[in-house]
């Protein structure tokens, strides 16, 4: 669970990463790479892929921090999306070089037996709607922002968020359901 001092902290971090220190970064990769290396290995399902989109991630956090924005996002929401990125950018790749060396075979399979892994397309299509809902988490005002991204992102309990925001329940159930409806709406149009 993040709490306000704990993002203000990784927050501190990122701008002194965009700053070039190495230090910084360190800090940083001890402080979230459990947690983003877990993001990794639920969506690749092997330790040294998900090691090597860790890796590249924060390579990318190293290349881009100057761009992290925390009125669009919580920094380990921000640092998620990125290795959330990464690690569907290996899956797309396995599955494509995969793909080169069994087309045949798969094309027969696929003939004769459902199956019921990922493709490439919906690989892709999951990444473009990783990006549908960046966009559309950007549009909401600063506070619906953060409730929904706590509630959902982080797995926050509506009682969790309101003792964390120091908020009436009523208003934090309000913001979450009309940021909601916002996003459906937002996300109806990418679709």
Not at 18 to 35: E, F, G, H, M, P
Not at 163 to 184: A, D, S
Request: hydrophobic share 40%; proline share 3%; net charge negative.
């Amino acid at each position: 669970m993040s709490t306000p001092s704990t993002d203000r902290e990784l927050m501190e971090l990122i701008d002194r990463v965009a700053a070039q220190d190495d230090r910084a970064l360190k800090a940083l990769y001890d402080r979230t790479s459990s947690k983003l290396y877990g993001l990794a290995l639920r969506i690749l399902r092997e330790r040294d892929a998900a090691e090597d989109a860790l890796q590249e991630a924060f390579l990318a956090i190293w290349r881009g921090a100057g761009s992290y924005r925390a009125s669009l996002s919580p920094p380990l929401a921000w640092m998620g999306l990125i290795v959330r990125s990464r690690a569907l950018d290996a899956l797309r790749k396995r599955t494509s070089d995969r793909a080169d060396v069994t087309d045949e075979l798969d094309d027969l399979l696929s003939e004769t037996l459902a199956g019921d892994a990922a493709n490439p397309m919906d690989t892709a299509d999951a990444s473009e709607q990783a990006f549908a809902l960046h966009q559309c988490l950007s549009r909401l005002e600063g506070k619906q922002r953060e409730v929904v991204s706590l509630a959902y992102l982080r797995d926050q309990s509506h009682g969790e968020l309101a003792e964390q925001l120091k908020l009436p329940l009523g208003t934090v159930k309000t913001w979450i359901r009309r940021g909601l409806e916002q996003l459906r709406q937002c996300m109806a149009r990418y679709v």
